[in-house]
């Protein structure tokens, strides 16, 4: 089992930063990708970005030159720098984790509210 605590999620006005984290543990070796999602209310989650296990990673649109998502693998933790933060980023963000047995587990989530 793989248990993921996600951290870091505030207030911040328009144009600010935050940066979450998003701490693994349990069978860590047995992860393989892993992404943040968000989630407006009243919308479906939706992918924002994702790092392989050789630390590809891509992006959606919405966030690109923007966010950046890291990982660091002596901490077991993955990172979502978001820079230049705009109303619409506001939602629940999600870190999951998928595992190389094809699982995949889930965060609890953590509030971002972008707005002055």
């Known amino acids: 089992q793989v248990q993921l605590v996600e951290s870091g999620g505030g207030l911040v006005q328009p144009g600010g930063s935050l940066r979450l984290s998003c701490a693994a543990s349990?069978?860590?070796?047995?992860?393989?990708?892993m992404y943040w999602y968000r989630q407006a209310s009243g919308k479906q989650r939706e992918l924002v970005a994702t790092i392989s296990s050789g630390g590809s990673t891509t992006y959606a649109d919405s966030v690109k030159g923007r966010f950046t998502i890291s990982r660091d693998n002596a901490k077991n933790t993955v990172y979502l720098q978001m820079n230049s933060l705009k109303p619409e980023d506001t939602a629940v963000y999600y870190c999951?984790?998928?595992?190389?047995?094809?699982?995949?587990?889930w965060g609890q989530g953590t509030q971002v509210t972008v707005s002055s």
């Open positions: 349990g069978s860590i070796f047995s992860i393989n990708a």
């Open positions: 999951k984790a998928d595992t190389w047995a094809k699982e995949v587990h």
